[in-house]
């Protein structure tokens, strides 16, 4: 064999000198004590290999294959044969092919015509035992070297010259143990391999961050002991990314599912006005607009712009792989409310009087203008309105010869309306029409119950079309219909200072615009009465 006779002269001397030490101690067994079981041996050594120990294994067929070869029993071709046989099952299972077949060989040798039990081979042994048998007929057979059989017959000889057969022999035995295992561990790799397989296959293979040129099926030899890092990249497919722990000597096996990438397109999103939340498919997408969608799948999708103060806007949307859907949205003006404690009356432009917030509370102090406008408003600028409920609480700080109001159908400047007004000290309520400095009443003053004569009162109209019910701290007290009044308006608060009044102030709180009103019904005699809508927010709090 070409790696033995590499070997350093000092190393094979060693194991001589120790098989020579060994097998004098074996000698003088072999003279004092007991007679040995090399039967045993040969079973235990099977069993060994049965149990996968084929370490300890290998020790006993070597003892058992030193007793055989210095006995001159009849079994002894037969059971050099067989140790052989087990001791290339063993080198087969360590994957070490070369000692395998040379221990096949040598147990066709002692018997070629032996029925050897293949039920221990497995699919690797059966080939390495196979080539072996073809190796030894066209080599080592003893036609093929002229000899008939190995014939060991010894008839006689003292007692010494056999004392130094059974050490030459037992030296050999240990010695080619000890060569064996070195040529065992010179054969053993210092490197791993992977085995890369994937679902499909044809993905690039990354190792430790580098591409190796390989795609899936592949094998990657010569890999490093240790954990790695492996990639799969295919397109059309998700990055597949798992650590591989590489052993040496061993083959590792990857079988990667990969997942199909989705198709996707992106949605650009623009509104009127911007700065809306974008839903889709009912999520938060955490982005407002304008604003662009990516990497959404292809298909139709929900989508939602919701905006405080606005009307929520939805639509379906249809998106193509790699193209972008542009949505232009128009919002439209929603409900709201205004308590005023955050001291910031959002949205409200003031026309004439002196307006503030103190407390929570929205104050308008006197008249304006050197008592030359009386009627003082403040008004919701940011939107029309045609069906609605507005609802406002007022008071005033001096109540006599004071009034209150709520204004609706404004037009752009505000400069002309319709009012309800109250006057509380007088339990009496009306509504009028306005135009600059103009008047026009609608419903003269009427007294009715619901109105209280000092602190606060909640002042409520109900808007459909041309059609308009009122209600007084969640009474209904009225319902008018206004002949050629403006299909939709603006809406606002409303205060008259009489002359004299310069130390008066109108208090506002809790002003909130519902797009929810009663279906008005009209009786026989043309009166349109309205069913009691629900209560709008929370009660007075007392404030009555």
Not at 396 to 407: F, H, L, M, Q, S
Request: with cysteine; charged share 25%; aromatic share 10%.
């Amino acid at each position: 064999m070409k790696k033995i006779k590499t070997l350093k002269t000092t190393k094979i001397l060693t194991y001589v000198l120790v098989g020579a030490f060994l097998l004098y101690l074996n000698s003088i067994e072999i003279s004092y004590s007991k007679p040995l079981s090399p039967e045993q041996f040969i079973q235990e050594g099977k069993s060994l290999f049965e149990k996968g120990d084929y370490e300890q294994s290998l020790q006993k067929l070597t003892q058992a294959e030193a007793y055989f070869k210095s006995s001159q029993v009849k079994s002894k071709t037969e059971r050099l044969s067989e140790i052989y046989f087990l001791q290339g099952l063993n080198f087969a299972k360590q994957g070490n092919e070369k000692i395998s077949k040379e221990m096949f060989k040598r147990a066709l040798h002692y018997s070629s015509d032996k029925e050897y039990d293949t039920t221990l081979l497995d699919e690797n042994a059966k080939e390495i035992f196979t080539k072996a048998k073809i190796e030894f007929e066209q080599e080592f057979s003893p036609k093929a070297i002229g000899m008939q059989g190995e014939q060991y017959q010894k008839k006689g000889g003292s007692a010494g010259w056999i004392v130094l057969a059974v050490i030459a022999i037992a030296a050999v035995g240990v010695l080619t143990y000890f060569l064996v295992k070195e040529l065992q561990k010179e054969d053993e790799p210092d490197t791993g391999t992977i085995q890369v397989n994937s679902t499909p296959t044809g993905a690039a293979i990354w190792l430790d961050g580098t591409d190796t040129g390989k795609a899936t099926n592949a094998a990657l030899a010569d890999v490093s002991p240790g954990a790695h890092a492996l990639k799969l990249i295919k397109e059309g497919y998700k990055v597949w990314e798992d650590t591989v722990n590489v052993n040496k000597g061993a083959t590792t096996h990857v079988n990667a599912t990969l997942e199909e990438e989705p198709k996707v397109g992106k949605i650009k999103v623009n509104s009127t006005p911007t700065g809306a939340d974008i839903w889709l498919d009912g999520t938060d997408t955490g982005k407002t607009t304008n604003a662009t969608l990516n990497n959404v799948s292809v298909g139709d999708h929900a989508l939602k712009l919701v905006k405080e103060r606005y009307q929520d806007w939805e639509d379906t949307v249809t998106v193509t792989e790699d193209t972008t859907t542009t949505v232009n949205a128009t919002l439209e003006v929603g409900a709201f409310t205004e308590d005023f404690n955050d001291g910031v009356a959002n949205h409200w432009k003031t026309k004439y009087g002196q307006w503030k917030i103190e407390g929570g509370i929205y104050i308008c102090r006197d008249k304006s203008d050197n008592n030359t406008r009386n009627n003082v408003r403040s008004y919701y600028d940011l939107g029309k309105f045609s069906d609605f409920t507005l609802t406002a609480e007022a008071k005033r700080t001096e109540p006599a010869n004071k009034v209150i109001g709520i204004a609706f159908r404004g037009n752009t400047d505000f400069n002309k309306y319709y009012v309800l007004d109250v006057h509380p000290d007088q339990g009496e309520y009306s509504v009028w029409k306005v135009e600059g400095t103009s008047y026009w009443g609608l419903v003269s003053w009427t007294s009715h119950s619901s109105i209280n004569t000092s602190g606060w009162n909640k002042l409520q109209i109900v808007a459909k079309g041309n059609d308009f019910s009122i209600y007084i701290n969640d009474i209904f007290v009225d319902n008018i219909t206004i002949s050629g009044v403006r299909s939709e308006g603006k809406v606002g608060l409303w205060t008259y200072f009489y002359s004299g009044a310069n130390n008066d102030e109108t208090h506002f709180d809790n002003v909130s615009l519902s797009l929810e009103t009663t279906v008005a019904v009209r009786a026989r005699r043309g009166r349109i009465v309205f069913p009691m809508p629900p209560r709008l927010g929370e009660t007075m709090g007392g404030k009555f």
